[in-house]
């Protein structure tokens, strides 16, 4: 017969932590709540144990607590029915038959930590891959696009002029943004009036245009040989003003074939 006053006290006190009412626990456990209400009182001396089991449940506690006030070993694990099977096989082995299983069991608890740092350890190499990976395909996406245009190999002059010679340019990659997608070829200059925004050597980047506006850079051709100069209406200017202006009236030929964009930035 279970003692009434412990096993009361206890049950009161998980009732209180809970802060479960009479009514709630009669609903949640189907027991009668007059019937419960007699348990809770102590007026029932010999209580069935369904009933006691069913409050157990409810409150979240076993009947061993109930019973001997010894708290809940939380540890404890539900076992399957081989691990059950093993555990009596266990028990019925002598000192050495337990030595061996024992050897056992460590050795393959070493060889599962043993393939788990395995894996641990592909895991984060793979990791590390794939962050480079993301790494580099971020700065492809994040690299300006290219394209090609032709680059002439005989400059066209900046000073006296120079036929421009399309059988000996070559191929050149551009960035591909505002400032260049207009641009349909680029020329080397050589000489110095168009200084000082405009050096020898500087590969300036051309529109084809048979036109330009006046106070535009332009590339002219005048009589077979080619000029890069601001078009000032009748005349070709350099920015240089140590050069004076070239009067298109003094040539039999005078022909517009490109419009100055802008210059590739030196590497």
């Given amino acids: 017969m279970i003692e009434t006053e412990p096993y009361l006290e206890r049950l009161k006190e998980l009732k209180r932590k809970e802060k479960m009412t009479n009514e709630r626990l009669s609903e949640l456990t189907g027991i009668p709540l007059g019937t419960l209400s007699k348990i ?100 492809q996406a994040l690299a300006p696009r290219k394209r090609t245009i032709l680059l002439y190999d005989m400059p066209a002059s900046a000073g006296t002029g120079v036929f421009l010679d399309s059988d000996t340019a070559v191929e050149i990659s551009i960035p591909v943004m505002d400032k260049t997608d207009d641009a349909d070829y680029a020329i080397r200059i050589s000489g110095i009036s168009m200084e000082p925004k405009f050096h020898d050597g500087d590969v300036i980047l051309v529109e084809e245009a048979d036109s330009v506006e006046v106070g535009e850079l332009g590339i002219f051709v005048l009589d077979g040989s080619g000029y890069f100069k601001r078009f000032g209406g009748d005349c070709l200017i350099s920015l240089n003003p140590d050069f004076g202006p070239i009067m298109l009236k003094d040539f039999e030929s005078a022909a517009c074939v490109g419009h100055v964009i802008g210059k590739l930035k030196k590497r």
Avoid: W
């Fill in 40 to 139: 809770l009182a102590g007026f029932s001396d010999s209580p069935k144990l369904a009933n006691i089991s069913a409050i157990c449940q409810v409150l979240g506690c076993s009947i061993d607590y109930i019973m001997t006030g010894v708290p809940d070993n939380v540890n404890n694990y539900l076992l399957g029915d081989d691990e059950i099977r093993i555990i009596e096989a266990y028990r019925k082995l002598d000192a050495h038959g337990r030595e061996m299983a024992d050897v056992v069991v460590a050795k393959e608890l070493e060889r599962i930590s043993a393939a788990d740092s395995a894996e641990n350890r592909r895991n984060k190499e793979a990791e590390v891959y794939n962050k480079m990976l993301a790494g580099s395909q971020r700065r």
